[in-house]
């Protein structure tokens, strides 16, 4: 069946550090990736999406590629600041055979930016 | 205007009592769904209805139980609360893959 693993937290790291959250999948059709995003207290936010193979997602400066070959889709920021401390979970979506789509996400990874 | 919004925010009970937890989201999104996160971070997929339509039935004790008076509205009753019910549980809505979050309810059994 589909799955997605993405890499234990906690991350530590400091403010305009780079960073990278590792997140692969397996899935049997074609499916959708995404990245969200839980502050403290929040629900979950979508925070970016490709939706075919070499696709990039971007916003708020993080970025992530749909890489078919290495069934990836490992999240990047160029320079974090404490603000981006949070939860990311990375999540596919796939067709089900009924119909409609099914979701699998990630277990999330705590990311701290110190000052 | 809130686009999933869920009501209340905390829920502090005790052990054996019945609780609802509402829902409701102005998207027009057809599928709404019901999640659980234990305080690790996990999120558990509950139930899930398409226009009021039980799509998603995961194992979840039957003291859960869902309800859908219309598409916009997605409820969640909880019978004879236990400790291990404590948790966040989260509503959520989507028309196609991607999903709006409702920002949780803290559910404390004591």
């Known amino acids: 069946g589909d799955s997605v693993t993405q890499m234990e937290g906690p991350v530590t790291l400091s403010e305009e550090a780079f960073l990278t959250i590792n997140c692969t999948y397996t899935?049997?059709?074609?499916?959708?990736l995404f990245w969200y995003v839980q502050y403290p207290g929040e629900g979950l936010q979508l925070l970016l999406k490709a939706t075919k193979a070499d696709d990039k997602g971007s916003n708020k400066g993080f970025e992530a590629t749909y890489r078919k070959e290495t069934t990836s889709f490992h999240l990047e920021k160029g320079s974090v600041q404490v603000s981006d401390s949070a939860v990311y979970f990375c999540a596919l979506s796939d067709r089900r055979n009924t119909g409609g789509f099914k979701t699998i996400f990630g277990a999330g990874t705590r990311l701290f930016v110190k000052a | 205007d809130t686009a999933v919004s869920q009501t209340p925010k905390y829920l502090v009970t005790q052990m054996g009592n019945d609780k609802s937890i509402k829902c409701e989201q102005n998207?027009?999104?057809?599928?709404m769904y019901w999640y659980k996160q234990d305080s690790k971070k996990f999120l558990k997929i509950m139930f899930s209805?398409?226009?009021?339509?039980?799509?998603i039935n995961e194992t979840v004790p039957n003291r859960f139980s869902p309800k859908s008076p219309d598409k916009a509205h997605l409820n969640l009753h909880i019978n004879s609360l236990e400790l291990g019910d404590s948790a966040v549980y989260f509503c959520a809505s989507s028309q196609g893959r991607a999903y709006t979050f409702g920002s949780g309810t803290r559910l404390t059994v004591v």
């Open positions: 998207l027009g999104h057809d599928t």
């Open positions: 209805y398409n226009n009021k339509e039980l799509i």
């Open positions: 899935a049997t059709g074609y499916p959708s």
